[in-house]
């Protein structure tokens, strides 16, 4: 187990600074800052000196020396819009955004596996053809569209809920309801499927032939085994809301780190862009090394 | 008949809704079974063996199963009658079951010790003294070192192991009655011997009755008092086992007897002096420090069949693997026609896979489900492009699908719309495709019911006279080897412990491994099988 750990962390940070590298050069081509950031007007001088100061006239070879240099020290340089280091702000955003996932996730992952269950143990059922209609539904509507009639319907009109900003437990309301709908779908059709193969397993017999309850059968001797296929797509979900749900964020102003991210790449503030990718690369990384951890907890069969 | 017995099913009638319409599983079918007797309900894959027991245990989903008409008396009251809870109460309590393959039967993320206590504490014992009541279970059905394993979890024991945690299991409440469902049919003739003795042992000690399910004449011998032989839903015939073997009444008992091999004539060994098509020497294979197969040296001649035979785990498998270079041997040489297969390199070899073909025991997952029968047969003609121009492939499939007694007009169905017996019949066509001189057979008819078996052996011979092939048959089954060999090599612990005639194999075994081997092996017959028992409680007693 340990071996496995250190090796998964070892791939992690060779990968880390695969995307490092790319991201860095990859943001070079997006164009001039300069333009962006002085007014159009702005003498051939100042536009120069603006250059000078942040080392955008440098080759560009030594200007990622300077960069990895800095990124050892964990020093991803200071944000051009913001003047304040790029990290700071990162992780600032960053903090919202993981909440915002773990509140959410948590939520569809104990929702979505209970309804789930139930609706595999009566394959065919009214609360089988209900869930499955509605978790269709969930799965593929648009978010940004429901998030836009949620705030026409529940802050406009009837005035129930904030329509953007944080502060109070209000304001999470319509972020997280937005965010729950797609991966619930999702997991629940998961959760489901994978029920329905474990409930007709023999093992599922020999536990009804010694007389267990149902309740038993199901949350004890499907649901573990059940878990196996689960974890892997809750897994890939909450790598989309870690990576910041942009389109939510940004209807809803929410300050995360997937909306910090728009508006520095629109703002080619490129350390800020950085930071960004890295923090959220790790804590991607970090996710999926507990994923392959859980596995094992869940499965005596699997061991590294 | 004094007393009521202790269960009995009246009049059974269970139909089964399937997308192709109705499926009546069983017809009127009545049994009895009182306490401390052993029943064998005796049946071929799809007679219905299993559904009345499914219909005591309330294991039949309905839909698409449904109970038509019958009734279930559990001491003279009828079961089907009951709520689903009192039902639940009587399953594990009064009733219990164990089922063919154990490994998949238990649950793989908990712990054996759980499962065993677990059918106590289902019905209201406390936990500590069910842990306790299963630590003695393990003991008593022979779990060695039994309470370092009670933590242990089911893929971490054997297969005969298993079988005995699972009758721990079922035996925890001491029921009225046990149902086996084929307990045996997954293990080693040795280990299957030890775990039908136990059961005998057991019932023995709480007078339980058995109600015994397998298609296994051999076990029935072994074991039943009474025997109901099904056939297509329907019971054909009932009566004690020895007066059903030896004076049976309905024609289909007659040909299920005919069909048990161990009971025919014995081939002569090929005549001395014809050169070996295959020649091992020193094979060797290693998996890591685990030695798989160790120093094996053997010979075929063309037109010869000679059977590898040992238990599971001995090596056989993978001496066939090693042979056809699915994996690299670790050391030896197979000589093929002289040279060695071994050694060579990419290209001769795929020249000589033309040679060796190979058939598998499973044929339902060997054969590609999306492809045709055409397409599966003639994959070799395209794998192999100089042998047989395009145009003429039609016409050689068909040959081939005459040859193994298949409808040549079906070979554009897929293999689902075959039978078990059938779809091995294709894969024997497609191993043929390539004319080979050397078929080897992995268990290739294990997964067959006794009749087809008998079908597919007769076939394999046939095909042996009139094309000259040399056939390396795997096999754990020591009666079919015994009908079918030129000659038998017997692999114990991945080395060979015995080879030669099938006559001196059989007769005058050397080797005690043998013996035991033969000695575990089931005979149809109860008489000479209760003989058989008693020499080898003396064997164990010295």
Redesign the interface.
């Known amino acids: 187990m340990k071996s496995f750990l250190g090796k998964r962390a070892i791939a992690s940070a060779i990968s880390l600074i695969g995307l490092i590298v790319l991201v860095f050069f990859l943001s070079r081509l997006t164009g001039d800052p300069t333009a962006l950031y002085l007014p159009v007007d702005a003498s051939l001088e100042s536009r120069e000196q603006f250059r000078e100061l942040h080392g955008l006239n440098d080759p560009l070879i030594v200007q990622f020396g300077t960069y990895v240099s800095d990124l050892v020290r964990f020093d991803f340089g200071d944000s051009i819009r913001r003047s304040e280091p790029a990290l700071d702000a990162v992780l600032r955003a960053f903090a919202w955004t993981l909440q915002l996932a773990l509140i959410t996730m948590s939520l569809v992952i104990v929702t979505a596996v209970i309804v789930g269950s139930l609706a595999a143990f009566h394959v065919g059922g009214v609360f089988d053809r209900i869930t499955t209609f509605f978790s269709l539904v969930g799965a593929s509507a648009p978010d940004f569209w429901i998030a836009i009639v949620a705030i026409v319907l529940f802050s406009v009109n009837l005035g129930w809920v904030p329509t953007s900003g944080t502060g109070t437990l209000w304001h999470w309301i319509l972020p997280v309801a937005v965010l729950f709908i797609r991966p619930f779908g999702l997991i629940l059709q998961v959760v489901r499927g994978s029920m329905i193969s474990v409930l007709g ?3 599922v ?9 149902n309740r ?1 059968i199901i949350f ?2 499907g649901l ?2 059940a878990m196996l296929p689960v974890i892997t797509v809750i897994g890939d979900q909450a790598a989309a809301l870690l990576n910041g749900a942009v389109v939510v964020e940004t209807i809803f102003g929410f300050p995360g780190v997937g909306k910090l991210m728009i508006d520095s790449i629109l703002q080619r503030d490129f350390s800020v862009v950085l930071a960004a990718i890295f923090v959220t690369a790790v804590a991607i990384f970090v996710m999926n090394i507990l994923i392959d951890i859980l596995y094992a907890v ?4 699997i061991r590294y | 008949m004094g007393e009521t017995p202790l269960l009995e099913v009246r009049n059974l009638s269970v139909d089964f809704h399937t997308v192709g319409g109705k499926v009546h599983a069983v017809r009127n079918v009545s049994w009895h079974l009182s306490r401390g007797e052993t029943l064998a309900i005796l049946g071929e894959s799809g007679s219905g063996k299993s559904v009345s027991a499914s219909a005591i245990m309330n294991l039949i989903d309905c839909p698409p199963g449904e109970i038509v008409s019958g009734e279930i008396l559990f001491e003279g009251q009828d079961v089907l009658k009951m709520s689903s809870n009192a039902r639940r109460d009587l399953n594990g309590r009064r009733i219990a079951m164990i089922f063919q393959d154990p490994l998949s039967h238990l649950n793989p993320v908990y712990t054996v010790g759980f499962q065993i206590a677990e059918t106590m504490t289902a019905h209201g014992t406390p936990r500590v003294q069910a842990r306790s009541r299963a630590l003695e279970l393990m003991a008593r059905v022979g779990i060695p070192d039994h309470e370092a394993k009670f933590d242990a979890y089911p893929h971490q024991f054997s297969g005969g192991q298993r079988q005995r945690l699972m009758i721990a299991m079922a035996l925890a409440l001491k029921p009225d009655i046990l149902i086996a469902d084929e307990p045996t049919t997954a293990l080693d003739v040795t280990v299957q011997a030890q775990v039908l003795a136990l059961l005998e042992e057991l019932q023995q000690e709480t007078g339980m009755g058995l109600l015994l399910i397998t298609h296994d004449l051999g076990v029935v011998a072994e074991v039943a008092d009474r025997v109901v032989v099904m056939n297509s839903g329907e019971i054909v015939e009932a009566g004690t086992a020895s007066d059903v073997y030896h004076d049976p009444g309905h024609p289909y008992t007659r040909k299920l007897i005919a069909a048990v091999p161990g009971t025919g004539e014995m081939a002569a060994p090929l005549e001395t002096g014809i050169k070996p098509i295959l020649e091992v020497n020193g094979l060797t294979k290693h998996f890591g420090s685990f030695i798989a197969l160790d120093d094996a040296s053997l010979t075929v001649l063309p037109g010869e069949t000679v059977a590898i035979v040992g238990e599971s785990g001995s090596g056989k498998s993978t001496l066939a693997k090693t042979l056809l270079r699915l994996e690299e041997a670790t050391s030896g040489e197979a000589l093929w026609h002289g040279r060695d297969l071994v050694t060579m390199g990419q290209r001769e070899l795929f020249s000589l896979r033309r040679d060796i073909q190979m058939v598998f025991q499973d044929p339902t997952q060997s054969l590609n489900p999306r492809m045709s029968v055409y397409d599966i047969v003639s994959e070799a003609f395209a794998i192999h492009p100089k042998i047989l121009p395009r145009s003429q492939w039609k016409a050689r499939v068909r040959e081939l699908l005459d040859q193994v007694g298949l409808d040549a007009n079906h070979m554009n169905r897929y293999p689902h719309q075959f039978s078990g017996g059938q779809r091995q019949r294709i894969a024997i066509a497609r191993s043929l495709a390539l004319e080979p001189k050397l078929i080897i057979c992995d268990e290739a008819v294990s997964a067959l019911d006794v009749s087809i078996q008998s079908q597919v052996m007769t076939l394999l011979t046939g095909l042996q006279d009139k094309l000259g092939l040399s056939y390396l048959f795997i096999a754990h089954d020591l009666p079919l080897v015994r009908d079918f060999a030129h000659r038998v090599i017997v692999m114990q612990d991945g080395r060979i412990v015995e080879q030669g005639p099938v006559a001196q194999i059989f007769e005058a075994p050397r080797q005690t491994y043998t013996r035991n081997l033969i000695a575990a092996s089931l005979h149809p017959d109860p008489e000479i099988q209760a003989r058989r028992r008693s020499e080898r409680l003396a064997m164990a007693g010295d």
């Open positions: 397993s023999a093992y017999k020999t536990a009804r032939a010694k007389g267990v309850r038993p004890v001797h573990r085994n869940l499965d005596p069969r």
